[in-house]
């Protein structure tokens, strides 16, 4: 699979960024997606996923101001940010997800086993 994010750039905290990832090589409805991050200094890490029928977790630390969508005719996953914090300066990638679900929408499966393809993510930089 193939995967392009953009959307990423630099923002005062408070403020608000969209990114979109375009996936090919695939068949994008199949499966669950994910999109990662990693900080300077830091493991990549998963921040919000959405399944295939479009349940949707997050971590605890972007729950209510993170929202992640799909769609399918597209083969584009988003990710709306709002709120922006400098915390959430990093790397931002999606990817597909392999791991569960929650009902009450918290993303505890923080695996990246299986996920050896990652494509050009994109920058976010928050300022204070």
């Known amino acids: 699979v193939q995967l392009q994010a953009s959307g990423g750039g630099l923002v005062q905290a408070g403020g608000s960024l969209r990114l979109s990832c375009i996936a090919s090589g695939s068949t994008f409805s199949n499966y669950a997606w994910g999109w990662y991050r990693q900080a300077p200094g830091k493991q990549r890490e998963s921040v919000a996923v959405v399944s295939r029928g479009g349940t949707e977790n997050y971590v605890q630390s972007v729950k209510g101001r993170f929202t992640i969508s799909k769609d399918n005719a597209k083969n584009t996953v988003y990710l709306q940010m709002d709120s922006l914090t400098p915390e959430d300066t990093a790397v931002y990638y999606c990817?597909?997800?392999?791991?569960?679900?929650?009902?009450?929408?918290?993303?505890?499966?923080?695996?990246?086993?299986?996920?050896?393809?990652w494509g050009q993510g994109t920058q976010v930089t928050v300022s204070s």
């Open positions: 990817n597909i997800y392999f791991g569960g679900f929650r009902r009450d929408g918290i993303l505890a499966d923080r695996s990246l086993d299986g996920l050896d393809s």
